[in-house]
């Protein structure tokens, strides 16, 4: 019997080393209406004790030196492999995707971005802004590093190496949604000659724009969860924390909107850069979900060990007796 309790209390004592809940209990045995209480607190906690607060403002402030530079390249890799139409059409879908309140105090800016000639795609301009696009990327791997509780064994190059494939694989995605936007229309065509009642007009970028930018989002989620942290981790180990930041974000974005649009005066703070804080709050609130994400997958996993660790126990004692 003692042995018994010895090995309980000793595996207790290793599931609940690092656990910041005040009541583990909860988190590891909880039923009921406590387990999702018990997960967010823990989830919490180590949200504020590897300092995300301060990390999510890192990444959101290298997010917007990026997102220039990315709108850049993205817009002459699409023109350069498909022609300047496409490009138009993939820009004017990126824009509509965006909330109009965030985007509206900058759009002269974006579209300025968008449509000024440049080089050829593999110009020296361009390199320069994978490297910016690459520094937004890095703070995301280094969020979800401390959230997944892992140190970074990887060497700078390969590090480097994985984060340059992510820039220019998105890259490559978004060409891919331009092609697919000059397909939409060929699309109605097919479906009215298939169902003469069906008006081809009706294919349009809004119609398409929230569907494809769901399946963008879920895809970015699932390649910043699986490549950029040292360790890959398992997809039953990833998805809830991408279906919580999708969740959130989508709530995030409904809110901020109506905010800025109903309540927000920052030009009256900020002056002609109302546009960019505005930008910037909302990035530094989406990274902010984003790191709680991982956390939320670390409690989660936290949980998950200590059942089948109990589960195991019960297996051992079955036969044994």
């Known amino acids: 019997m003692n042995a018994e309790t010895d090995q309980e209390m000793g595996r207790d004592a290793v599931l609940t080393h690092g656990i910041l809940s005040e009541h583990p209990e909860d988190l590891l045995h909880g039923t009921g209406w406590r387990v999702p ?3 967010f607190r823990e989830a919490s ?8 607060f301060g990390l999510a403002g890192n990444v959101a402030f290298r997010a917007l030196l990026a997102i220039f530079p990315f709108l850049i390249f993205t817009s ?6 498909g022609d300047r139409t496409m490009a138009d059409d993939l820009n004017s879908f990126l ?7 965030l985007i509206g105090p900058i759009l002269s800016e974006v579209e300025q971005v968008l449509t000024v000639q440049r080089g050829g795609v593999l110009s020296i301009g361009i390199l320069l802004t994978i490297w910016f696009a690459v520094g937004g990327v890095d703070g995301v791997r280094v969020g979800l590093n401390r959230s997944y509780g892992i140190r970074e064994t990887r060497s700078v190059f390969v590090v480097y190496t994985v984060q340059t494939g992510v820039v220019i694989v998105a890259g490559l995605v978004l060409v891919l949604v331009g092609y697919l936007l000059v397909l939409a229309p060929r699309a109605g065509s097919l479906l009215h000659d298939l169902m003469p009642s069906f008006d081809p007009a009706s294919v349009t970028v809004k119609l398409i724009r929230y569907p494809a930018a769901m399946i963008i989002l879920i895809a970015a989620l699932f390649v910043a969860h699986v490549f950029l942290p040292a360790r890959r981790t398992r997809f039953s180990n990833i998805w809830p924390g991408v279906l919580f930041t999708l969740t959130v974000w989508i709530l995030l974005t409904a809110a901020f909107t109506f905010y800025l649009s109903s309540f927000a005066s920052y030009s009256s703070y900020y002056a002609g850069l109302a546009g960019i804080v505005a930008a910037l709050y909302f990035m530094y609130l989406a990274a902010l979900v984003l790191i709680f994400g991982g956390e939320f997958n670390r409690a989660l996993r936290i949980r998950r060990l200590a059942r089948v660790m109990h589960e195991r126990d019960e297996t051992r004692e079955h036969a044994a007796g």
Do not use: G
């Open 45 to 52: 906690l180590r949200l504020w004790s590897d300092d995300a």
């Open 76 to 81: 002459s890799l699409t023109a350069f492999i």
């Open 37 to 39: 209480l018990a997960v």
């Open 95 to 101: 824009i509509s995707i965006v909330p109009q309140a």
